[in-house]
């Protein structure tokens, strides 16, 4: 598989695409791109820029870092320029001397306000520097009648630059501009929401959010089958290395080419050698990561939550019960670490949002902090038996038919909240569950679940769910009575829209197979991967 066909990814690439051309067109529509460190937000913007030719626009790609304010200037103009000049014929350096004077023929009065920036910024005399630094793209659409298209990645980060005023400013600009498009990525999720409907709400020029997840299953299989096509490895292992790295790229990237060096050992030494041993890629990122939690104020608060999290023990009230502190003062952790986008809240239950990382928090960083001997034999023993069990409990789960898996997970619930598609779930605790066979030739199984207050008819369907399907299930719903019916099919492959509308008239709730794991995630069960997915 060649990377430059961003598998998984035509839809976000399709949207930036539409809406970079568009500017041409006079219609300017900003975009933030949003998603959790590793998911691939800048494999996304650089798949988009390596495609993208148009001489009447000009990109300009900046990582934004912690760095001076004097060395982001120098940076954003000198890239700035470079992309003016890169269709000139003209031989470039990264030299922001030669980039002006080779600039000037084309844009003298832009040049003009550069000289004017730069002498003022080294004079530290201009309050408004970020105002005029984004104003020069205006200058450029005056002189070439080129738009520019911005691209800030993880822009979060400018706020470290030190910049007076920055989102007044850029508000004020964004505004004013209508033929400069900002495209900004962030893996600060929460920070990002906050920004936008705060400092950025604008009444024009607002950003379209584009939340970019990780692979889904069909994607994730492509990717590992793409990659191991020298390697005789199982269907159980792959299906098992789509659950574990929950389709994050760079996991899966990480995970394949370990497989590929190691040629033949178990999947389990492969997995110990990435999380256990102290030179794996793994274990060094995830010991650097927890280390921002090692410098907040009372940090030894922090981690017992993320560890109670990832161990399964993640409603609020058991982790206070546990940890033996009151529910408020549980909160204002549990607050802080959704801030960092450590933890992830889905009604009454929390989650580690990186389930890698839960899975080393829970077996090789918390047991090493518990062990009385630093007796690195028997941890690593005990961490490769950790590994086979969840391999086998994974593979035990796989081989039993989906109803029974079913009927197992709506056991778990005990009356919690959840969201689903932004719809709030409450998980009836049922006093009966039972599997249905349904009258219709393409709807077979399903499930009825009763409580005191409500009654689930589920309904799954394997291959691709149909308006017939809903019709066919609407009707078998109606031989049973109750003032609180909830009408659920799953399906395990997308669903087309003429189908949601269907369900929609009908009443019926559309699952697909990420709510189901969704789901599975938040009582600790693996996931479900479909024998065939399409």
Request: hydrophobic share 40%; aromatic share 10%.
């Amino acid at each position: 598989m060649r990377e430059d066909k961003l598998l998984g990814r035509e839809s976000y690439l399709g949207i930036i695409e539409k809406r970079v051309s568009s500017l041409k067109d006079g219609y300017r529509q900003n975009i933030a791109i949003i998603g959790d460190e590793l998911v691939g937000k800048t494999t996304l913007i650089t798949g988009f820029l390596n495609k993208f030719c148009d001489t009447r626009i000009i990109t300009a790609y900046l990582e934004i870092r912690p760095e001076s304010t004097d060395s982001f200037i120098k940076r954003f103009i000198a890239t700035l320029l470079y992309n003016l000049l890169i269709n000139s014929g003209i031989g470039l350096k990264e030299d922001l001397d030669f980039l002006i004077n080779k600039s000037e023929r084309y844009i003298p009065g832009t040049v003009k306000k550069i000289r004017a920036i730069l002498q003022a910024n080294s004079k530290r005399s201009n309050k408004k520097m970020f105002f005029e630094l984004m104003s020069l793209t205006e200058s450029i659409k005056t002189e070439t009648q080129k738009s520019c298209v911005i691209i800030f990645d993880e822009f979060h980060n400018l706020e470290t630059l030190g910049f007076d005023n920055l989102y007044r400013d850029w508000s004020k600009i964004i505004i004013a501009q209508k033929d400069t498009m900002y495209i900004i990525t962030s893996s600060m999720k929460f920070k990002t929401r906050a920004i936008l409907s705060k400092n950025l709400s604008l009444l024009f020029g607002n950003f379209e959010v584009l939340n970019v997840e990780p692979f889904d299953i069909p994607s994730s299989e492509a990717y590992l089958e793409d990659r191991m096509q020298s390697l005789n490895i199982s269907k159980s292992n792959k299906d098992f290395l789509v659950h574990f790295t929950g389709g994050y790229p760079f996991y899966l990237k990480v995970a394949t080419e370990a497989c590929l060096e190691s040629r033949g050992r178990p999947l389990a030494d492969i997995i110990e050698g990435l999380l256990f041993d102290t030179s794996g890629v793994l274990n060094q990122r995830f010991s650097n990561y927890v280390k921002r939690f090692m410098d907040l104020n009372r940090s030894n608060e922090y981690m017992p939550i993320l560890y109670l999290v990832a161990s399964g023990r993640n409603r609020i009230k058991e982790i206070a019960h546990i940890i033996k502190k009151p529910k408020k003062e549980v909160l204002q952790r549990i607050s802080h670490l959704l801030e960092l986008d450590a933890l992830m809240r889905n009604g009454d239950f929390l989650r580690v949002n990186d389930r890698v990382f839960g899975f080393w928090l829970r077996f090789v960083y918390q047991e090493k902090l518990n062990s009385l001997t630093y007796d690195a034999k028997n941890q690593k023993a005990s961490f490769r038996n950790k590994v086979e069990e969840m391999i086998e409990e994974f593979s035990m789960n796989s081989r039993k038919p989906v109803m029974e898996r079913m009927v197992e997970l709506l056991r778990l619930f005990e009356d919690e909240t959840i969201q689903i598609d932004r719809k709030r779930v409450r998980l009836s605790h049922f006093r009966e569950i039972k599997q249905l066979e349904f009258n219709s030739r393409t709807l077979k199984h399903g499930l009825i679940g009763r409580s005191s207050e409500s009654l689930w008819l589920l309904a799954v369907k394997q291959g691709s769910l149909t308006e017939n399907d809903i019709a066919d299930f609407s009707r078998e719903c109606k031989k049973y009575r109750h003032k609180l019916q909830r009408k659920i099919i799953i399906s395990f492959q997308d669903i087309e829209t003429n189908t949601r509308l269907k369900a929609m008239e009908e009443k019926v709730w559309t699952w697909d197979i990420n709510n189901l794991n969704s789901i599975m995630d938040l009582f600790s069960k693996p996931r479900l991967i479909p024998c065939e997915s399409a």
